[in-house]
């Protein structure tokens, strides 16, 4: 919304998406978008909305901003509309990758990105405007930082086979 005061945000924040600061309704309806997504066909499951109140809480939003995933009915959400109001600090951010990328990241949380849940960010990425090609390069990249992370994890022996 404009005029509405920007909040600092996270470490996390800053280094890994370049944003310093952003409106309360931007952390909001960021979340908001992703239920919408992740809820498409039914349910968001409990699994991806504890997943989004991590990030949300890594990311530097407040308490109020998550209680209120809790309570979002999803089922009537207006992507579009809702987008419009994600401002950060930085002007030529673009918040639809970056919801798509998280979007994937939220619907896998429960163990696979299966057809359906393809279909349904595939749909959220064409009215957002990320192409089909773009989507595919954000699958792929969270596929790499996945093996990287396994990577990691072996080498220094958290995981075992």
Do not use: N
Not at 8 to 22: H, K, L, Q, T
Not at 95 to 110: E, F, G, K, N
């Amino acid at each position: 919304m404009q005029g509405e005061v920007m909040l600092a945000v996270s470490d996390f924040s800053r280094s890994e998406y370049g944003i310093a600061a952003a409106t309360a309704t931007a952390m909001l309806h960021y979340g908001f978008v992703l239920l919408a997504i992740a809820g498409e066909e039914g349910e968001v499951s409990p699994t991806q909305r504890d997943w989004l109140i991590r990030h949300q809480r890594r990311f530097g939003a407040p308490d109020d901003v998550l209680d209120a995933y809790l309570d979002y009915d999803h089922r009537d959400a207006d992507l579009e509309t809702l987008v419009k109001d994600i401002v950060t600090d930085v002007p030529t951010w673009s918040p639809a990758p970056h919801l798509i990328y998280h979007a994937i990241q939220m619907c896998t949380v429960d163990g696979s990105f299966d057809i359906p849940a393809q279909r349904k960010v595939t749909r959220a990425a064409r009215r957002l405007g990320v192409t089909d090609d773009i989507v595919l390069t954000i699958r792929t990249l969270i596929d790499m930082e996945s093996a990287v992370g396994k990577m990691r994890r072996a080498l220094f022996g958290i995981d075992t086979l």
